[in-house]
Nanobody, 125 residues
Framework: QVQLAESGGGSVEVGGALRLSCVAS????????MAWFRQAPGKEREGVAR??????TYADSVTGRFTVSRDSAKNILYLQMNSLNPEDSAMYYC????????????????????WGQGTQVTVSS
């Protein structure tokens, strides 16, 4: 079972920045694709950024502001978030997928069997 543990959330003001980290218990085919999702109260969980073979993909809402990266040697996934606004407030989840062919083309949560517990991000105006 892949274990994922997020950290780095917190409260910031509009325009601020945060860096989230997700430590994975392994770097194997079961974590060939990793992603960040977020869920705000009353809303569906949505994909924010994913990375596969070093290639990142972003949701339109965060393109140009967020950067996803992966330190494979340390099994850590990062999400650098800049220019934060209140709409970015949510619980942020790290997820991993062994479905290499699919995880690079879809945001569907169905293809991510491994999830962390989440870290809260709050942006105040």
């Amino acid at each position: 079972q892949v274990q994922l543990a997020e950290s780095g959330g917190g409260s910031v003001e509009v325009g601020g920045a945060l860096r989230l980290s997700c430590v994975a218990s392994e770097y194997t085919s079961r974590t060939s694709c990793m992603a960040w999702f977020r869920q705000a109260p009353g809303k569906e969980r949505e994909g924010v950024a994913r990375i596969r073979d070093g290639e990142p993909t972003y949701a339109d809402s965060v393109t140009g502001r967020f950067t996803v990266s992966r330190d494979s040697a340390k099994n850590i996934l990062y999400l650098q978030m800049n220019s934060l606004n209140p709409e970015d407030s949510a619980m942020y989840y790290c997820a991993a997928s062994p479905y290499w062919a699919l995880c690079g083309t879809t945001w569907s949560r169905d293809w991510y069997p491994y999830w962390g517990q989440g870290t809260q991000v709050t942006v105040s105006s």
